[in-house]
């Protein structure tokens, strides 16, 4: 029998970015995956600012640059070619300290991914490795079989599982954990490309709100395009896969030899959240736990959130820091977030998918009635975690902004862990606490760079220190002692 912390299933994005955070601790981590190749079909295509961050935690922010490239703009426009609302981000950072929109390639991140995974030596990986089942136990640790390609079945004993074994996930059926479902199900086709000619594709993201086929139009990762078609009622989605049709749909866009597919999909677009998300030691995240139709770009970038949310708080429960209930937090901190997202989601798609000519042509007049007063449309405001480990009031639950001061990052100086900053050396003299790894004040070697921005922002936040969680939303602010203390409780609920 295999014995292990953490039984990971599923090493798409949000599992291996929980097994590298895990292998960061230095936790005993077995993760596995069915199939043997990356998810080969398309995907996400956005990340945002606060996943950028993430990706910097794990050491792979160049991998990711790399693969990545910020977005200049997002443009809704209508049959016509009038813009009926447009987003610029091109000079914009935001609090995580990154750019607010990337467009990007899934696989090449899975496997930026999977590949920092070798620096961990207490994480196995197995790669065509199925989760069949649980057994039961005694209450200690969680018994699983998996099998692989042979089929003979192995037992894992593992103190906790989590299932990031996406939408159809095995996990989340052996417990027989319902869905809310939003009641939003449309058809599209994806198309990804190859871009041979790069003057002759966009370079802002579009949605082109057509009822007669509303159709996304968006860059990705260096040297990629994406489009994508709203299939009709009553039209045969099939039909859609065939080159013919995809290149009648391409028409407008391209001519022959500037691109080349390499992927094609028709997907259900539909919004569903679990109804539980952990039950004992067996955790959901990810996919396994929600799915949001891709209009905001937010489906991976939620899993990632979720991934983050439960790294550090089963590290504190394996070190034995903290007792289990502190897993309750991990639903009620990030389902109010999703479903923020989703319901943006979806009402984002419902501008979009209109196919009722005359509800188009009102929506269009709302809209460039609404353009035509010169507002300076903003992105929807970034949704707030839940109730959980957060003091009661302002700045709690607030992300914690990322200052840079020639090229050095503040999260790079700081590392790992919850950070209690304060102003004064004096505010923090005796404070010792096992779930803060840096208690710094701002004249310290490390922090002086930042003194100025971290100053101001604490006049913001109008405390003389702030406690900033591991994954760097505010804690809350207030007096050193008192933030410790107070903190230590939240944790130990
Ligand atoms: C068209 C489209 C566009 C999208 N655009 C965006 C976007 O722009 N931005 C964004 O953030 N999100 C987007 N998404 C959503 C995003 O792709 C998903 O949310 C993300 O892939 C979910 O990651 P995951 O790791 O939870 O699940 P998956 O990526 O589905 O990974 C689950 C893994 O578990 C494995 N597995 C399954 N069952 C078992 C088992 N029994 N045993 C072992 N392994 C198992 C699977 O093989 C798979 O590798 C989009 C999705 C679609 C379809």
Not at 289 to 299: M, V
């Given at each position: 029998?295999?014995?292990?912390?953490?039984?990971?299933?599923g090493?798409g994005?949000?599992?291996?970015?929980?097994?590298?955070?895990?292998?960061?601790?230095?936790?005993?981590?077995?993760?596995?995956?069915?199939?043997t190749?990356?998810?080969?079909?398309?995907?996400?295509?956005?990340?945002?600012?606060?996943?950028m961050?993430?990706?910097?935690?794990?050491?792979?922010?160049?991998?990711?640059?790399?693969?990545?490239?910020?977005a200049?703009?997002?443009?809704?426009?209508?049959?016509?070619?009038?813009?009926?609302?447009?987003?610029?981000?091109?000079?914009?950072?935001?609090?995580?300290?990154?750019?607010?929109?990337?467009?990007?390639?899934?696989?090449?991140?899975?496997?930026?991914?999977?590949?920092?995974?070798?620096?961990?030596?207490?994480?196995?990986?197995?790669?065509?490795?199925?989760?069949?089942?649980?057994?039961?136990?005694?209450?200690?640790?969680?018994?699983?079989?998996?099998?692989?390609?042979?089929?003979?079945?192995?037992?894992?004993?593992?103190?906790?599982v989590?299932?990031?074994?996406?939408a159809?996930?095995?996990?989340?059926?052996?417990?027989n954990?319902?869905?809310?479902?939003y009641?939003?199900?449309?058809?599209?086709?994806?198309?990804?490309?190859?871009?041979?000619?790069?003057?002759?594709?966009?370079?802002?993201?579009?949605?082109?709100?057509?009822?007669?086929?509303?159709?996304t139009?968006?860059?990705?990762?260096?040297?990629?395009?994406?489009?994508?078609?709203?299939?009709?009622?009553?039209?045969?989605?099939?039909?859609?896969?065939?080159?013919?049709?995809i290149?009648?749909?391409?028409?407008?866009?391209?001519?022959?030899?500037?691109?080349?597919?390499?992927?094609?999909?028709?997907?259900?677009?539909?919004?569903?959240?679990?109804?539980?998300?952990?039950?004992?030691?067996?955790?959901?995240?990810?996919?396994?736990?929600?799915?949001?139709?891709?209009?905001?770009?937010?489906g991976?970038?939620?899993?990632?959130?979720?991934?983050?949310?439960?790294?550090?708080?089963?590290?504190?429960?394996?070190?034995?820091?903290?007792?289990?209930?502190?897993?309750?937090?991990?639903?009620?901190?990030?389902?109010p977030?999703?479903?923020?997202?989703?319901?943006t989601?979806?009402a984002m798609?419902?501008?979009?998918?209109?196919?009722?000519?005359?509800?188009?042509?009102?929506?269009?007049?709302f809209?460039?009635?609404?353009?035509?007063?010169g507002?300076?449309?903003?992105?929807?405001?970034?949704?707030?975690?839940?109730?959980?480990?957060?003091?009661?009031?302002?700045?709690?639950?607030a992300?914690?902004?990322?200052g840079?001061?020639?090229?050095?990052?503040?999260?790079?100086?700081?590392?790992r862990?919850?950070?209690?900053?304060?102003?004064?050396?004096?505010?923090?003299?005796?404070?010792?606490?096992?779930?803060?790894?840096?208690?710094?004040s701002?004249?310290?070697?490390?922090?002086?760079?930042f003194?100025?921005?971290?100053?101001?922002?604490?006049?913001?936040?109008?405390?003389?220190?702030?406690?900033?969680?591991?994954?760097?939303?505010?804690?809350?602010a207030?007096?050193?002692?008192?933030?410790?203390?107070?903190?230590?409780?939240?944790?130990?609920?």
């Amino acid at each position: 029998m295999i014995d292990t912390d953490v039984l990971i299933v599923g090493l798409g994005p949000v599992g291996a970015t929980l097994a590298n955070l895990l292998g960061l601790q230095g936790f005993r981590v077995l993760a596995v995956e069915r199939d043997t190749t990356v998810y080969p079909l398309p995907r996400a295509a956005h990340f945002d600012a606060e996943i950028m961050r993430v990706w910097q935690g794990l050491g792979i922010l160049n991998e990711a640059m790399a693969v990545s490239r910020r977005a200049p703009a997002y443009e809704f426009r209508n049959a016509k070619g009038e813009v009926l609302l447009r987003y610029d981000l091109d000079e914009v950072i935001v609090a995580s300290g990154f750019a607010p929109a990337w467009m990007f390639n899934q696989p090449d991140l899975e496997r930026a991914l999977r590949s920092k995974l070798v620096d961990y030596p207490s994480v196995e990986t197995r790669i065509g490795v199925r989760f069949e089942g649980f057994e039961p136990t005694d209450g200690d640790a969680v018994l699983a079989t998996i099998t692989d390609a042979t089929r003979k079945p192995e037992a894992v004993k593992a103190r906790y599982v989590v299932g990031c074994d996406g939408a159809s996930s095995a996990v989340r059926k052996a417990l027989n954990i319902a869905h809310f479902d939003y009641d939003f199900d449309e058809p599209w086709l994806v198309i990804d490309a190859q871009v041979k000619r790069p003057e002759a594709v966009p370079t802002l993201n579009l949605q082109i709100c057509d009822p007669k086929r509303p159709t996304t139009c968006v860059l990705m990762g260096p040297g990629r395009h994406r489009w994508e078609f709203m299939i009709r009622p009553g039209e045969d989605p099939q039909h859609f896969l065939e080159d013919r049709t995809i290149a009648e749909l391409l028409t407008p866009w391209v001519r022959e030899g500037d691109v080349v597919i390499d992927r094609k999909a028709v997907y259900r677009f539909h919004g569903l959240v679990a109804k539980e998300w952990r039950r004992g030691r067996v955790i959901l995240a990810g996919d396994a736990a929600h799915q949001t139709p891709p209009f905001a770009g937010q489906g991976m970038c939620s899993g990632i959130r979720d991934a983050v949310n439960i790294a550090w708080k089963l590290g504190h429960v394996l070190r034995g820091e903290a007792r289990d209930t502190l897993l309750d937090t991990y639903q009620s901190e990030r389902e109010p977030h999703v479903r923020a997202v989703t319901e943006t989601a979806i009402a984002m798609g419902r501008v979009v998918c209109t196919a009722d000519p005359e509800a188009a042509a009102q929506r269009d007049a709302f809209m460039l009635a609404e353009r035509a007063k010169g507002a300076t449309p903003v992105p929807p405001a970034e949704p707030k975690p839940g109730p959980g480990v957060f003091m009661p009031t302002f700045p709690a639950a607030a992300i914690f902004p990322q200052g840079t001061v020639d090229e050095a990052r503040l999260d790079d100086v700081l590392g790992r862990g919850a950070w209690l900053i304060a102003r004064r050396a004096t505010d923090i003299a005796g404070i010792k606490n096992r779930h803060i790894a840096r208690i710094e004040s701002l004249d310290s070697a490390a922090l002086t760079p930042f003194a100025k921005k971290l100053d101001a922002l604490l006049k913001n936040y109008d405390g003389d220190a702030v406690l900033v969680r591991p994954d760097r939303y505010v804690f809350g602010a207030g007096a050193s002692h008192a933030l410790s203390t107070a903190y230590s409780a939240a944790v130990q609920t």
